[in-house]
């Protein structure tokens, strides 16, 4: 087997959910848009619902028919992009709940769709989605009269929690909301643990339940071998790699891994990254290739059978600061060749 395995700890992920669950006095939801976060957003989805989840979260109405299918009748599905124009067939069908972003989703979902459930997203300051002050301000009534299911909004910096922003946003989503009958959801994984007032009726975590920051005490998911294809000697002076961008300081075993940058190993993290052989590190050497990575196993006693890049010793976190960007796109990075394994 020369394909990596992506192990998956659903009993982990189930944890991480409990955990952001304790903390929230209202419901907590689960954000498993992008395939959950690249592990598979079928079994997932199957994991949380049976841990108790009962609101999902997905980014397009396509993602929320494949979890349908996954989760049953049961749990309700929100979908971020709202009622776009192509959505109405997936959005009956599969019983989604589109949060609505603008006037237009709101007549093109009401026309298309009397009396079914939605939501609506509200811009307070971030600028991406939702229906800006003004724009609700003239529809708010007709819109409540319509009874809306949930009103959200999303926070711009909840990741730092110091900043001026989250409480200009918690105060502009006070002032839009105010004096309404209808579930609120603000929060997010970091505005979770900003506080209970940023929890309104409904938090919603995403990368917290994989184990990604903002989430500290998150428990990892992920763990990532990747097979040894060969181990090779290399004398002091030679080269490894396209480039000849690691010259051998002394002789050395170099291992080649089955893994590259089209498995989401992003190139950039190069030699800043570090693959583990049991407790040992080694040291990535030369440039990370499509398919394969080459590591410096000399300290090893023995040959090993495969590297670990994410596990116990080495968090998402951690590999996607080797590569000069976020957990987030690590996880969602992690390619379709892996063989994903799923652990209760
Ligand atoms: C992705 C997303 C979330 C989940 O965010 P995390 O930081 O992963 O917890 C919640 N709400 C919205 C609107 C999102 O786009």
Redesign the pocket.
């Known amino acids: 087997m020369t394909s990596a395995t992506l192990s998956i700890d659903l009993g982990a992920l189930v944890r991480n959910w409990q955990a952001l669950d304790a903390k929230s006095e209202g419901e907590t939801g689960a954000?498993v848009?992008a395939n959950g976060y690249g592990l598979g957003a079928p079994v997932v989805g199957r994991a949380l619902a049976r841990a108790g989840a009962r609101s999902f979260?997905v980014a397009t109405a396509e993602e929320g028919v494949t979890l349908r299918a996954a989760v049953g009748q049961g749990p309700e599905i929100y979908v971020?992009s709202g009622h776009m124009a192509n959505d109405t067939k997936a959005v009956r069908e599969a019983g989604l709940v589109p949060l609505l972003n603008s006037v237009d989703q709101m007549l093109r979902h009401v026309e298309a769709l009397p009396g079914a459930p939605f939501g609506i997203q509200l811009d307070t300051g971030m600028n991406r989605?939702g229906m800006e002050p003004g724009e609700w301000s003239a529809v708010r009534d007709i819109a409540i009269a319509q009874r809306p299911q949930l009103i959200?909004s999303?926070l711009a910096c909840a990741d730092e929690p110091d900043h001026l922003m989250n409480a200009h946003q918690l105060a502009e989503f006070r002032a839009m909301t105010d004096g309404l009958d209808v579930p609120l959801s603000l929060a997010?994984?970091?505005g979770t643990l900003l506080g209970p007032e940023y929890h309104f009726d409904m938090t919603?975590?995403?990368?917290?339940l994989y184990g990604g920051l903002p989430f500290v005490d998150a428990v990892p998911v992920v763990t990532l071998d990747l097979p040894v294809i060969q181990v090779r000697d290399v004398a002091k002076g030679e080269t490894v790699g396209y480039g000849n961008a690691w010259t051998a300081p002394r002789d050395a075993r170099i291992a080649t891994v089955s893994g590259g940058y089209a498995d989401g190993l992003i190139r950039a993290m190069g030699p800043k990254a570090t693959l583990f052989a049991g407790d040992v590190p080694c040291p990535v050497v030369g440039r990370v290739s499509m398919d394969l990575i080459t590591a410096d196993v000399t300290e090893v006693e023995r040959d090993p059978g495969y590297l670990q890049l994410m596990g116990r010793h080495q968090s998402v976190d951690s590999v996607a600061e080797a590569a000069g960007t976020i957990g987030?796109e690590i996880l969602t990075s992690l390619g379709l060749r892996y063989q994903r394994s799923y652990v209760e």
């Open positions: 954000v848009k979260f971020f989605l959200m999303h997010a994984t970091g919603r975590p995403g990368v917290g987030y």
